[in-house]
Structures are given as C-alpha cells and as structure tokens.
C-alpha cells in the first residue's frame, strides 16, 4: 500500500520536475527575470533594507540532482529570496515582553502551512534592541533545528520569531507558495545536511546554499494550481489510510473477541450427549459450598448463591445443555484485598495489587512487601491459593489472572479473589469467559466512578455468565488455545 506521505512526496518531485504542469512558449523567460531579481536585490541592499552578504558559490555541474526543462533554471535559495534568524529577547528583562503587541512565534508553532496565530507576544523595544527580523505576510518560515527541524509555515501577519526559525522573504518574480512547496519537496535533504546530535541543526547559509528549480513565474502559478488540486486529493486517501490502519491494529484484538464470544455461546467445540448435566453440575457446586460453610472453612455469603438466568434476561444463544447463572453462583468465596494501605517494609511477604496483574498473569517480580504478622492477619480473611482467580476491580477493571504459583502473598482492594472447586469449573474456561466480551461488557456497564473507577463485589457477583458441562469447559480451552496464538501472530504482521 503506496503511504499517503510517500504520494505528497512523489506529487512535489514531479512538480519539481515541470512532470505537472506543460512549459508554454509564451511564458516570460527566466533568465530576464533572475536579472530582475539581482536589480532588486541591489537596490534593497542600497536603500539599506536588506544587508549585504558574501556571494555565493557557482552551482556545481555534480550539484544538480535532477533534470528540469530547458526553460528552467537551478538556483540557491539565498540568490531568489532574503533569509535570516530570529533571536530570543532576555527573558529577565520585563520591557522586552510586558504589554507587548508584535507576535513572537516558536518553531513548535509552525504548521507546515498557513500560520493563522502565535501565542507569545514582545514590544518594539524588544524587536528594536536584540536585532530581531520582523517577518511580513506571505515570507515562508523553517525551522532550524531541535525536534521540529524542517517544519514550515507560511506567515499570514507581520510577526518576529526565536532564534530556531529562519524566514524567507522571495524576492519579486518567485511565488511564496511555489517556494514553499520547494522547501517541502527538499525538507528531507535540508535535514541530511544537520549537524549535532540530541539537537541536530540546519544553518542558515544550508538553507541559503541549497538548491531549487526556478520556472517562469507563470509556471510557478500552474505548478502551485496543480498540487493545490493534487493534495485535498492526498489527504483524503490520507483519512482513509488512517482508517485502515487503525482497523488493521483493531483486527486483531477483534478476531480475538469474535473467538471468545463465539467460544462462550458453543460454536467452536460439539456438544456430546455423554457429558455430565450441568443441572448436576450446579447442584454439586451448591452442596460442596454448603459443606465447606458448614465445617468452617468459608463463611456464609449471599452473593454467592445459586441463581438461574432467564433466557429472557439475556441475549446470548447458547446450547440446550448449558445453562446462564451468575458468577457468584460457581464459586465458594468472593472477597478482595485489605481495605487499609499496609505499612510498608524492604523485605518481607509480597503484597499484590491491581499493577502486579493487570496484564492478565500473576506478575510477582516488583510487589511491595508487608510484614509476617500483617500478612498472617490478612491471609486469615483474604487467603489466595494456587489455582485461584484474581480480578481487578479498581482502576483497570476486569482483567483475571491465574495464581499459578504456591508462595504466599497478600492482596490491596483493588484485587478480588474467587475461589471455586477445580472439580467442577476448569479454571482457564473461568479464565477466557472473564475475558470474552459477554463478561468485558457488563464490566463497563457496572464498573462505577470517574476517577477511581471501581467494579464492586456486589456487582461481580451478579454478573452473567455460561455454564457448559466440565467435559465442554476442557474442549473449549482446547480450542481456545490453539486458535488464540493465532490472534497474536496477525498483531506481528
């Protein structure tokens, strides 16, 4: 796919080139009119307008880097138009800025076109005693050096600018606008020619020095005409390149979506009549929290009873042999992390929060770390096991990670644990149902606050979610992992 950025470019050179407009007969000669030009120079120069500077050198036959019709002439930049600096006035001195009234630009100001405003103004006894230039409408401006080098504008009202900013007023017989467009076309090789490192620079004799093609000024009319009609052209095809550009960096991360929800109504795996009922399954899970409050080992919770989902209360279509429950329904704990920031110290029991996982995996390499005693107090409520479910559900919200790993940690408010019987739920079908969208979008819908945005247990627990036989739970991950690295692969592509 041809860049937009790549066709502006292919557009100035063929301009450039008089590959755009037809070289007429009656067109006024060039030669005549660079006469002209040195007439007027002189003259400025004698009225003390403009100062004289050194001569520049002959143009070199090895120079030219391109062939131009015959009517055309090569010619540096300082010979056709007047080119100098702006300065930056002492920032200690208040008459220099108080009540000013003559624009003052920055090179970050410049737009690679018309510059309809500037932020900073100074006073006339700046512009008087740091020998600043005063630039008039139509002059073009280029900036010399930082991270903006080579970027443009063409000035609209009389304005000053800083020291990084060389404007160049064209001398009668060049069109601002076809100059412009020649800066554009040779911006690149003005900024080849920088020097310094962090903060390359492009000198004003470079500027001056370097080379452009002259047509006559009737040409310079058509050229500017042509790339005027060319270039809404350009940044159209521009809109659209952007477009896809952002589907193609969405492609993936949609597929991936498309996967889960496909995964979570049954369409990527068959449904075997030898599978266990879910009905059962759900009366198991009931009875194995009953038994676990019962002997002590996880206190009572009414979020987490068993509750049916209407097909009406939903718009997923899922198999005759899977059921829509809640969340807190699968599980035999639902709580979070402390509520009160621990004290801190440099060695201890890792202490995890929102950060430690919310790329999707248990991340235990920059926890903080709390006390033996602190920990033992909070493990007695908040007690993470390997094979548990974290969820994020302050900040970043609703992203799970898997503990996969035995060593103790304690957890901040902004984690949840869900505790479930391995028996019954396989812990990485929880795991892709939490990230598929028919979870992520009551996510959004019920994470509350602006600021600190927060998905609160209650709300965790009332979520919607499927329920495939155990038997299905396994096909599907086996599915889902062997198509989701599939996803990853276009994100290289």
Known sequence: MVLAEDLRQAVLQAALQGRLTEQLETDSNVDEMLKNIQKEKEKLIADKKIKKEKPLPEIQEEEIPFDIPESWRWVKVGNICDCGAGATPPRGNKDFYDNGTIPWLKTGELTNGYIYRCEEKITYLALEKCSLRLNQKDDILIAMYGATIGKLGIVTFPLTTNQACCGCTPYMGIYNLYLFYCFMCIKETLIGKAEGGAQPNISREKIRSSLVPVPPIEEQQRIVDKINEIMPKIDEYEKIEKELKALKKAFPENVKSAILQAAMQGNLTEQLENDSKVDELLLNIEKDREDKINSGLVKNDKRLFTKRVDDEDTSLTIPDSWRSVTLGS??????????????YV?????????????????DLSSTKFITKEEHEELYNRCNPEKGDMLLSKVGTTGVPAIVDTDEKFSLFVSVALLKYNHQFINEKFLYYLICSPLVQEQVKENTRGVGNKNWVLDFIAKTVIVLPPIEEQKRIVERLEALLPLCEELKDE
Do not use: A, C, Q
Request: proline letters at 3%.
């Open 346 to 362: 440099t060695n201890g029991v890792k202490f995890v929060s929102v950060k430690d996982m919310s790329s999707g995996k248990l």
């Open 330 to 343: 699968i599980l035999y704990k639902l709580t979070d992390g402390t509520h009160k920031t621990p004290k």
